[in-house]
C-alpha cells in the first residue's frame, strides 16, 4: 500500500485546461470594440474557447467617465472620473494569459491604453471591482478637450460607424502619431 504521498505523486498531472479553469481570473470591462457584434470580439471568442475567458455579464461603469472616439472612430475610456455618462459595456473573466493577449492588442507596452481599475456595476445591481483599458494619460486630456468634452454613453453601431480597422489603416504612421495628428485638427 502507498502512503498519502505516494498516492499524490502517483496522480496524473491536471490537463492545461483543467490549469486554466483554476487560474485566478481577473474581471475585465470591455466597452468598445471587443464587446459582441464589434470587429476586436473575435479575440475574446478566441480566449473563451481557449479556456482564458468567460463572458460575466452586461455592466455600467460605476463612475462617470467620458467615452470618446479618437481617429478611426477608434473608442477610447478616459480616465477623468465626473466626466462623461456611466459607460455601458460588457464584463468577462480572464486569466493571466488571456490578460497578456488583450494587453498585447490594446497596445499596453506601446502607450495606446494602460489597463487600470475600475468599479463596474452589474445588471443585478451589484458593483464589482475591474480593470478596463484606458487612453494613455499621455494624451487623455487632449482627447477630452478635441471631443469637445462630449462623450457617449455606449460605443454602439451608430457611435462605431465609421471605424476603420486596424490593418486597413495608413501604415506609414503609427499609432500614436495617428492620434497626435487627430488630437492636432479642427474637430468636425
Not at 80 to 93: F, I, N, T
Not at 146 to 162: I, L, T
Request: overall charge neutral; hydrophobic content about 40%; charged content about 20%.
Amino acid at each position: 500500500m502507498g502512503t498519502a504521498a505516494g498516492d499524490a505523486a502517483e496522480q496524473p498531472p491536471a490537463a492545461p485546461e483543467a490549469k486554466r479553469a483554476a487560474a485566478p481570473r481577473t474581471l475585465v470591462f470591455t466597452y468598445g470594440t471587443l464587446k459582441g457584434g464589434f470587429s476586436n470580439h473575435g479575440l475574446l471568442q478566441d480566449l473563451a474557447r481557449d479556456g482564458d475567458a468567460s463572458f460575466v455579464g452586461a455592466a455600467t461603469t460605476a463612475p462617470r467617465l467620458p467615452l470618446v472616439c479618437g481617429p478611426y472612430r477608434v473608442p477610447f475610456l478616459l480616465n477623468l472620473p465626473g466626466a462623461g455618462h456611466r459607460v455601458s459595456g460588457e464584463l468577462y473573466a480572464v486569466t493571466p494569459r488571456g490578460l497578456d493577449r488583450l494587453d498585447e492588442l490594446e497596445g499596453v507596452s506601446r502607450a495606446h491604453y494602460e489597463r487600470l481599475p475600475i468599479s463596474v456595476l452589474l445588471a443585478e445591481g451589484a458593483q464589482v471591482d475591474a480593470v478596463a483599458y484606458y487612453a494613455h494619460r499621455g494624451y487623455a486630456d487632449d482627447l477630452w478637450a478635441r471631443s469637445g468634452k462630449k462623450g457617449y454613453p455606449e460605443y454602439s453601431p451608430a457611435v462605431a460607424d465609421g471605424y476603420i480597422r486596424r490593418k486597413d489603416r495608413p501604415q506609414q504612421l503609427t499609432f500614436l502619431e495617428q492620434i497626435r495628428v487627430f488630437v492636432s485638427s479642427q474637430s468636425s
